[in-house]
């Protein structure tokens, strides 16, 4: 498993940076666990530090988690996990960076399956291939 590095913003200010290495399972599920009991939904970027060298990364999740929803949402590749949807049946927002990223409602899966994702990602350096992709409209 890759270590994965880090980026993400929780106060909605590019001075509050908090970036690191996630390196290993524990380390990726303590992160999520953070970011999920965050009182605001954020968003965080995720690459495979071994991808370093090159910019921007061959491939970057983004994965979004807290504000008291029950799941999270995973974006990569301008495609997100969940059920295909647009934003006719509501839409879910995080905070990333000094914006905000709407994604369709039906674009939320439970926290286990984020991790999973996640999990996968480390392992392989792709877009997980065990969960079903859609274009983000």
Not at 84 to 108: I, N, T
């Amino acid at each position: 498993m890759s270590d994965l590095r880090l980026w993400y913003c929780v106060n909605g200010h590019s001075d509050r940076r908090d970036e690191g290495m996630l390196d290993g399972v524990e380390a990726i599920d303590s992160f999520l666990n953070r970011l999920a009991e965050g009182e605001r939904a954020v968003m965080a970027a995720l690459f495979r530090a071994e991808d370093l060298h090159v910019f921007p990364p061959q491939v970057e999740m983004l994965v979004g988690l807290g504000g008291g929803l029950d799941g999270g949402v995973v974006q990569c590749d301008g495609m997100h996990c969940g059920s295909a949807g647009d934003f006719e049946g509501g839409a879910v927002s995080y905070d990333y960076v000094e914006s905000r990223r709407d994604l369709p409602a039906s674009a939320v899966i439970p926290q286990a399956q984020v991790r999973a994702v996640l999990h996968e990602f480390a392992a392989t350096g792709k877009r997980p291939e065990t969960v079903v992709w859609h274009p983000i409209r």
